[in-house]
């Protein structure tokens, strides 16, 4: 992999990575493009004890543009995008309408591929393996600014999860505090490790569920299974065999191996709801332990943590959606309409011949 950083016309940060390292890129950015001004601001709950960003500046974001206008296509000519040059293999940038900026964090843009019309799922084996290589380096760069406490890499893929831009891509937040989601899995794995003793609560459920009936799929250093209490009607957990509290910490026989497995899963997703049915809409997210303090966990540490992605879709099946409601909204209880064991049968009978 070859990483080479430039800046774009209004002064944010912009980096390919290439698949051959003879590659060069001196492209100028060459937009009248005005400095990037945001308005993020944190604000804490005081019932909740969580935080809400507030970005106003978002509401003029770019929202579905045609193909031929894609902001995150190379640039052609007069057609200038977000990317100076005219190829790239993968790429990361500061969003210019950031949720998070400044004290308050980070927010980056990843281009998995310059093929507009291709998605993670269609990415080769060697392309995958290079965006993992660019979140693992972006996870070891953010790590490092003073404002940031947690890397959230994650894809949110279908006009009907949100997506506003079609171009395959995934985004990278680097939050200034603790998420609130990671909070509530530390103090599980507190209150696991005091009862038993020492054990691992990570390791407890791998274990359990490999020895289970939702495995989806394993290789020799990775499994996916669907979780015993599944939130989404299809909901995979992926789990390096091997805990490590981050991407930093994967060894190179979990990095080879992955882009087959996480590619066999996305397919494995795309074909959920049979033929003739519109690519399925998901999120994939990668839960990493915090680079912050963990004083207020009771004695865990980043070791403590595992490293995982959650795939999940809000389809539950053809042509429906599943919608968080009252309970889900109001309540944060969810209500799934999908067997764990069956969403797991059914993702295994849709394997790759």
């Given at each position: 992999m070859k990483k080479t950083s430039t800046r774009l016309a209004d002064?944010?940060?912009?980096?390919?990575?290439?698949?051959?390292?003879?590659?060069?890129?001196?492209?100028v950015d060459r937009r009248p493009l005005d400095a990037t001004v945001t308005t993020s601001e944190i604000r804490r709950d005081e019932l909740l004890g969580d935080s809400v960003a507030i970005a106003s500046h978002r509401q003029g974001r770019t929202y579905h543009p045609p193909a031929d206008e894609c902001p995150l296509c190379p640039s052609e000519g007069d057609r200038l995008s977000e990317i100076p040059?005219?190829?790239?293999?993968?790429?990361?940038?500061?969003?210019?309408?950031?949720?998070?900026?400044?004290?308050?964090?980070?927010c980056e843009v990843v281009c998995f591929t310059s093929d507009h019309d291709a998605s993670f799922a269609s990415l080769g084996e060697r392309q995958a393996r290079l965006v993992l290589d660019a979140w693992t380096d972006r996870t070891s760069e953010l790590s490092h600014l003073s404002s940031?406490?947690?890397?959230?890499?994650?894809?949110?893929?279908?006009?009907?999860?949100?997506?506003?831009?079609?171009?395959?891509?995934?985004?990278?937040?680097?939050?200034?505090?603790?998420?609130?989601?990671?909070a509530l899995m530390l103090r599980q794995v507190a209150a696991h490790k005091e009862a038993t003793g020492g054990e691992n609560l990570f390791d407890a459920v791998v274990e359990r569920e490999r020895a289970g009936e939702r495995v989806v799929l394993e290789g020799e250093h990775w499994v996916a299974f669907v979780p015993y209490a599944a939130h989404w009607p299809y909901e995979v957990h992926l789990y390096p065999k091997r805990r490590v509290?981050?991407?930093?910490?994967?060894?190179?026989?979990?990095?080879?191996?992955?882009?087959?497995?996480?590619l066999e899963l996305l397919?494995?997703?795309?074909?959920?709801?049979?033929?003739?049915?519109?690519?399925?809409?998901?999120?994939?997210?990668?839960?990493q332990?915090?680079?912050?303090?963990?004083?207020?966990?009771?004695?865990?540490?980043?070791?403590?943590?595992?490293?995982?992605?959650?795939?999940?879709?809000?389809?539950?099946?053809?042509?429906?959606?599943?919608?968080?409601?009252?309970?889900?909204?109001?309540?944060?209880?969810?209500?799934?309409?999908v067997p764990p064991e069956r969403a797991a049968e059914r993702l295994r009978e849709v394997a790759s011949s």
């Open positions: 002064g944010r940060e912009f980096i390919y990575y290439d698949l051959a390292d003879d590659t060069v890129r001196d492209a040059d005219s190829s790239y293999d993968v790429v990361v940038f500061e969003n210019r309408f950031p949720s998070l900026a400044g004290d308050s964090g980070r940031v406490e947690q890397v959230f890499c994650f894809e949110n893929r279908g006009a009907e999860i949100g997506v506003t831009l079609q171009h395959p891509h995934g985004q990278i937040y680097a939050y200034p505090f603790t998420t609130p989601r990671t509290p981050d991407l930093l910490g994967l060894d190179e026989a979990a990095r080879t191996e992955f882009p087959r497995v996480y397919r494995r997703f795309d074909r959920i709801f049979g033929e003739g049915e519109p690519p399925t809409p998901y999120i994939a997210a990668w839960h332990a915090p680079f912050g303090p963990l004083d207020a966990f009771d004695g865990v540490t980043r070791d403590d943590f595992a490293l995982h992605l959650e795939l999940f879709t809000i389809r539950r099946t053809s042509g429906k959606l599943k919608f968080l409601a009252g309970s889900e909204s109001g309540m944060n209880v969810f209500i799934n309409d």
